[in-house]
């Protein structure tokens, strides 16, 4: 399941997803986004921080939910577990993901039609060099990949 939810700020928006539909929308509180994180008061019981960006977890909700439905001890949900396990993460890598890279892809896709076998060694390389930049940029996600 998608949602998306707007920063506490009100000028960003960033879509989720919720794994397995175990987790109702609502167990993502609250979002910070970079502009507005400066203002939460830091919670690491039921706050994440990726990047620049906070998102804030009914932890209640979740631990509940997840020992309903999966049988999971609420002592193992945590922030970090929701997250990195998928049940309530970004929808890409991080928020505005799919808008930043439009451009880029656009450009390799052009390459299709022309050069086939260029279009693949592109491709492969930009994936490579993109994960490595967000790696090193401290995205979650990427650290996984």
């Excluded at 506490?8 to 167990?27: I, M, Y």
């Excluded at 804030?56 to 949900?77: C, H, N, S, T």
């Excluded at 450009?107 to 492969?124: G, M, N, S, T, W």
């Amino acid at each position: 399941m998608e949602i998306k939810v707007r920063c506490a700020c009100g000028a960003q928006e960033a879509s989720f997803n919720l794994r397995d539909h175990v987790l109702p929308p609502e167990v993502v509180e609250s979002l910070y986004c970079p502009a507005c994180a400066e203002k939460a008061s830091f919670d690491p019981a039921r706050m994440l921080r990726d990047r620049d960006w906070i998102i804030v977890y009914d932890m209640e909700l979740a631990r509940f939910m997840m020992r309903a439905k999966l049988g999971i001890d609420p002592q193992a949900v945590t922030p970090e577990f929701l997250f990195d396990e998928g049940y309530a993460t970004w929808k890409e890598t991080y928020p505005g993901e799919l808008e930043e890279i439009e451009a880029e892809k656009a450009r390799i896709v052009a390459l299709l039609k022309e050069d086939p076998q260029r279009y693949f060694e592109e491709l492969r390389q930009w994936a490579q060099a993109r994960v490595e930049r967000l790696k090193a940029l401290g995205w979650r996600k990427a650290q996984r990949m």
